[in-house]
C-alpha cells in the first residue's frame, strides 16, 4: 500500500510540474466556462422573472453549472495526453519499471483533481467580483468544489480507458463532441428542470453531469435541501469509482495487447 502511495504521488507530481511552471495553462483551459460564465449571466440576466424559477440571480444559479462544465470539459481532454504519452512511447518506458501500473492512472487523476480545484476557486472569485451572492453555509463552496471534482475524475478516467482502447487522437475528439454538449444541455447547468420539458427532466435522472450540478446547487442555497445533496453527492461518487475501476480494466486490456 505505501509503494502505491508513493508512486501515485510521484506520477502526481510529474503531471503537477508543467502546470505549476505554467500557471497560464489552469486559466487557458478553463476560457470556454470563463467565456460562458460572463456571456450567460448577461444573456439570460431577466430569465429570473419567469415564474417558478428558484432564486433571482441568474449568476448565482449558475456559477454552479459552469464549475461543472469546466470539470466536464478538462475532463474529457484527459486522454489526450495519454494518447500522447504512448505515441511517444512513455506508457511502454514506465512499464518496464518497478512502478505499480495503477498509479500511472491514479497519478493523472489526482493531478485533475488538484487542477478542478484551483479552477472552481477562480470561477466563484470571478463570479462574486461580476455580482453572483451566496446565502448558504460555508460548506456549500467544499460541496460544490467536491462535486464537480468527482465528475472531472470520473470523465477523466473514462477518457483515459478510451484513450488506451482507441490509442488514435482523432478518437478522442469524436468522443468529446458526441458526449459534452448532450450531458451539459441535458443538465440542469443553464436551467431549472422544473421548466424543461419532461423527456429532459427524465433523462436527467439518469445524467452524471446533473447529479453534480444538484449536489453543488442545493449546497449553495439558503434552504439547503440536504437530501438532495447526499443522493445526488452519493450518485457522483459511486459514477466515479465505477470510472475508475472500468479505466485500469482498460490499462490491464493495453498490457495484454502488447
Known amino acids: 500500500m505505501m509503494d502505491i502511495i508513493r508512486h501515485t504521488w510521484y506520477m502526481a507530481w510529474r503531471h503537477m510540474k508543467p502546470m505549476f511552471r505554467r ?10 466556462p470563463i467565456v460562458w460564465l460572463l456571456l450567460f449571466s448577461s444573456l439570460f440576466k431577466k430569465i429570473v422573472d419567469i415564474p417558478g424559477f428558484e432564486t433571482n440571480s441568474y449568476i448565482t444559479f449558475l456559477l454552479p453549472g459552469v464549475i461543472v462544465m469546466n470539470a466536464l470539459f478538462v475532463g474529457v481532454f484527459t486522454g489526450m495526453e495519454t494518447v500522447m504519452d504512448l505515441n511517444n512511447g512513455v506508457i511502454d518506458r514506465f512499464l518496464i519499471t518497478p512502478v505499480k501500473r495503477v498509479t500511472l492512472i ?7 483533481a488538484v487542477l478542478f480545484v484551483i479552477q472552481s476557486l477562480i470561477l466563484i472569485v470571478l463570479s462574486l467580483v461580476i455580482g453572483a451572492s451566496f446565502s448558504g453555509p460555508a460548506s456549500g463552496i467544499f460541496i460544490v468544489i467536491t462535486s464537480a471534482v468527482m465528475l472531472g475524475v470520473a470523465v477523466g478516467a473514462l477518457s483515459i480507458g478510451f484513450a488506451l ?8 475528439v469524436s468522443l468529446m463532441q458526441f458526449f459534452t454538449l448532450p450531458l451539459m444541455f441535458l443538465s440542469s447547468a443553464l436551467m431549472p428542470q422544473d421548466l424543461a420539458p419532461t423527456w429532459i427532466r427524465i433523462i436527467g435522472h439518469f445524467n452524471p453531469v446533473n447529479w453534480a450540478v444538484l449536489a453543488g446547487r442545493n449546497a449553495f442555497g439558503a434552504n439547503t435541501d440536504w437530501g438532495v445533496v447526499f443522493l445526488n453527492g452519493i450518485l457522483v461518487l459511486v459514477f466515479a ?15 495484454r495487447s502488447m
Open 23 to 32: 500557471p497560464i495553462v489552469i486559466v487557458m483551459s478553463m476560457i470556454q
Open 241 to 255: 469509482i465505477v470510472c475508475v475501476l472500468l479505466s485500469t480494466r482498460a490499462f490491464r486490456a493495453y498490457q
Open 165 to 172: 482502447i482507441t490509442r488514435k487522437l482523432e478518437s478522442m
Open 106 to 112: 491514479l497519478g493523472k487523476l489526482i493531478q485533475q
